[in-house]
């Protein structure tokens, strides 16, 4: 198992800490306004990425990791991404009212993406490979954007994202021996209808995270505040994704649940780590990967990082429900927890203002969804194995405890106890996590 997963984490953890640094440059040599060109085009492509993928995408990697007769199943599927793709460009329309709308005239693009395939069939590497291009490349290109044309940050990163996923999405179609062209069909809508309530999950999914941008410059009007909120739900939607990487190489075998109780496991390590060192070196965390002018929004990141640690502990909950098809009351989870984030998000702009607001509003939004989950599969026990598994693993988070508070929130001792503590996991489980 961490040896699938060193090699998908290699990958795709490349990339997304790439896209962080260089989220991180711009925030400190550039001005707000550029940063929120970067955000504004990334909140949308996200958005268009979860409206073409909907409930279908989740249903489509379902099939297809249970059928030997797939293809037809996957031309179908793209087939009806790529029509409302096209729909979808009418959203261009909206550009006087917002520049970056023009963003929906490539949405085509998007919707031609069989990523989501090759985990399915059992190719993650392959997968995350991909996934580094796409990340690796647009993001290249902002960093040298940003000494040449830095008034253009915008543009150049939307053309980017075409020129990469356009490049990409032909070798997935090379790699899985498919067809390159996938002709629209109106007909083939009614994939989406009869998915519906896992594309309610999706769009849900979307809020517990990044989504929230799309509501935040309208609430808080500080723009250090929405800048610190789009760099922090940016790194916790990359935290989100190395999880979620974990579920699609295990995907297949994730129907059984001693499977899912060891994703659960290896996920909250990882949360356990990440809630840890933000909480034990705060200023030294937001340095590294955010830059020294946040350091005064340090109990925003350590929000985010403990929502991090409950999404993980239960993070396999959610590919147990869609794999045995608990939709409706999956959708229904998801709905509430987004729909409450969103207002308590609302509601805490009028009460503080600040960063703080967003991440106490996602942190309970994952609590509830968390318990909501744990409530569909009707099986209490889950609840005990993973608060034990907790229990057993906190005398870890004394490495970076006893070396923050002896040393100091600083970088050396920071890096020592994230070595020892790393060794320390690996040499603990190396051998549990050992399956293929």
């Known amino acids: 198992m961490l040896k699938r997963v060193a090699i998908v984490a290699f990958f795709t953890g490349s990339g997304q800490l790439l896209s962080i640094f260089v989220l991180k440059h711009i925030s400190k040599h550039s001005t707000f306004a550029q940063l929120q060109s970067i955000a ?76 989501y395939a090759l985990y399915a069939r059992g190719y993650p590497v392959a997968g995350s490979i991909v996934a ?8 290249s290109a902002v960093l040298t954007a940003a000494y040449y044309y ?27 021996g498919t067809a390159y062209v996938f002709k629209p069909s109106f007909k083939n809508l009614r994939l989406y209808i009869s998915s519906l309530s896992l594309g309610i999950v999706a769009l849900s999914l979307y809020f ?16 250090q505040v929405v800048a610190v909120a789009f760099l922090g739900l940016k790194f916790y939607l990359i935290f989100k994704g190395m999880l979620r990487i974990i579920h699609q190489a295990f995907i297949k075998e994730m129907m059984q649940y001693d499977v899912c109780f060891k994703v659960d496991q290896l996920c909250g390590l990882a949360g356990l780590m990440f809630a840890a060192f933000t909480i034990c070196f705060p200023k030294t965390f937001i340095t590294l990967f ?25 993070s396999s909950l959610t590919t147990k429900a869609m794999l ?18 969103v207002i308590l998000c609302i509601f805490f702009s009028f ?36 608060m034990r598994f907790l229990l057993k693993n ?11 508070y002896f040393f100091g929130d600083v970088m050396t001792p920071f890096i020592a106890a994230a070595v020892l503590a790393g060794m320390m996991l690996v040499w603990l489980y190396h051998n549990k996590f050992e399956f293929e």
């Open 40 to 115: 504004e085009i990334d909140s949308l492509v996200f958005f268009i990425m979860n409206i073409i993928a909907l409930g279908l995408q989740s249903t489509a990697m379902r099939n297809l990791a249970q059928t030997g007769q797939w293809k037809h199943e996957y031309y179908e599927t793209q087939s009806a991404r790529v029509t409302l793709g096209l729909l979808l460009m009418a959203g261009a329309l909206l550009a006087p009212l917002n520049q970056y709308y023009l963003i929906f005239l490539i949405t085509p693009v998007f919707a031609w993406s069989g990523d």
């Open 132 to 139: 580094f291009l796409r990340l690796a490349l647009p993001y």
């Open 150 to 176: 830095p008034e253009n940050l915008g543009w150049v990163y939307a053309i980017a994202l075409f020129v990469v996923h356009f490049l990409t999405n032909a070798y997935i179609s090379y790699f899985l």
């Open 208 to 223: 517990l995270g990044l989504g929230l941008l799309l509501i935040i410059p309208y609430f808080y009007h500080i723009p």
């Open 290 to 314: 955010f830059g020294r002018q946040y350091i005064a929004d340090q109990t925003f990141f350590i929000l985010l990082a403990i929502a991090g640690l409950v999404y993980s502990l239960f």
């Open 324 to 341: 045995e098809k608990r939709d409706r009351p999956y959708a229904f989870t998801a709905a509430g927890s987004a729909l409450l984030t």
């Open 351 to 386: 009460v503080w203002g600040t960063a703080e607001g967003i991440g106490l509003s996602l942190l309970i939004g994952e609590v509830v969804f968390a318990g909501g989950m744990l409530y569909i599969m009707k099986r209490p026990v889950m609840l005990q194995e993973r």
């Open 394 to 404: 906190l005398p870890i988070v004394l490495i970076p405890l006893a070396a923050g």
